[in-house]
């Protein structure tokens, strides 16, 4: 008999257990939207959670930029002698071809849209097939939107645009001057090319393989006072990026620099007067000293962020080592004002209506 009723027992308690259960179930799968806008855990102990759960948000003010658009300098070597250049050639140490790639790949899986390979001078290295070559990886395997080169121009040959010309999205060339002895005064120029004429000829190369067609300028004591609106609107570039000449310790400045641009500098009011002459030439975007500071994400050599907001170039740790998200912490980059630059534009050839 005391068995018995100790067995009715036990099945009543077995019940009341299930229901318990049943209903603190019911309770946590409830109130799971609102531990998921709470970010309050709902899991008891002994109880495997089942609920799902989102991948982390990343917000707040620790965390890291995106690296949307990113300047891969993996060269310092150049054949040119700019006076004002503020990434000289403290080494000449590449990254091997399959190293630089991994490097890309990471920074795609961290949000990259835009890569822009520079230099010193990227076609110096291999005859400009290793820049060809990873042209070719971020735009065909890893799809990139936009790929672009920013070179001096003076050792492109047609043949590298026939072979690569089909995944470049931009090619800026530099050029200072419309001038040639302004352009020797400024160290633009090797041998006997003519830089200007060589600009005139690249043009015509991007309009025969449908690449955008940029100019680069800085603008320093010697250009200041040149008007270059004609010769501009008749290259009729996609964009015309205007700089102003920015001193960097330790590059173009100060005791360990392998330049002395001192006597190129400008005060913001001649840029500013250079800016007001060419305010009608529509493709004209200009960057004044704290702009290019703060809105850039730069890759050294190393594949190292560059943090230029102290008025030098320090190195973060190299993202092949600790990986994106904890180099580009100490990267410098405003990400506010790379927006508000207009660092964000249409930038693969896909999407712009041009006249090749």
Not at 13 to 32: D, H, I, P, Q, Y
Not at 137 to 159: A, T
Not at 298 to 310: A, G, P, S, V
């Amino acid at each position: 008999m005391q068995l018995a009723v100790l067995g009715r027992l036990l099945s009543v308690g077995r019940a009341v257990l299930a229901a318990l259960r049943g209903s603190l179930g019911a309770l946590c799968w409830s109130l799971a939207p609102l531990s998921l806008s709470l970010s309050l855990p709902l899991s008891l102990p002994g109880w495997r959670d089942s609920a799902p759960r989102p991948e982390r948000e990343r917000e707040g003010e620790d965390a890291p930029p995106t690296p949307t658009s990113v300047n891969y300098h993996f060269t310092r070597q150049c054949n040119y002698k700019c006076g004002f250049c503020f990434h000289t050639a403290k080494t000449s140490f590449v990254l091997p071809l399959e190293e630089a790639k991994r490097g890309l790949a990471m920074l795609k899986e961290a949000g990259m849209e835009k890569i822009n390979f520079s230099g010193g001078e990227p076609f110096l290295q291999d005859r400009g097939e290793f820049v060809g070559k990873l042209v070719q990886f971020c735009k065909q395997e890893l799809e990139l939107p936009s790929v672009s080169i920013v070179s001096n121009g003076s050792l492109i040959r047609k043949q590298w645009f026939e072979k690569y010309g089909e995944y470049l999205d931009i090619l800026a060339i530099s050029c200072d001057s419309f001038d040639e002895d302004v352009n020797i005064l400024i160290g633009r120029r090797q041998g006997k090319k003519n830089h200007v004429e060589n600009l005139h000829k690249l043009r015509q190369w991007c309009r025969e393989h449908a690449v955008a067609f940029k100019i680069n300028s800085v603008i320093n004591r010697f250009n200041v006072e040149e008007d270059m609106n004609e010769q501009i609107k008749a290259l009729n570039p996609v964009r015309w990026k205007v700089f102003q000449c920015l001193l960097i310790e330790g590059e173009n400045s100060g005791e360990d620099a392998l330049r002395e641009a001192e006597k190129f500098v400008i005060s913001d009011e001649d840029f500013d007067r250079f800016l007001d002459r060419h305010k009608d030439v529509s493709c004209l975007v200009p960057e004044s000293n704290q702009k290019m500071r703060d809105s850039y994400l730069i890759l050294d050599e190393y594949m190292c962020f560059l943090n230029c907001r102290n008025g030098r170039k320090e190195p973060s740790k190299s993202i092949l080592d600790v990986g994106v998200e904890a180099a580009i912490k100490f990267s410098g980059f405003d990400e506010k004002m790379f927006l508000r630059r207009g660092g964000k534009y249409v930038w693969s050839k896909a999407d712009m209506k041009l006249d090749w």
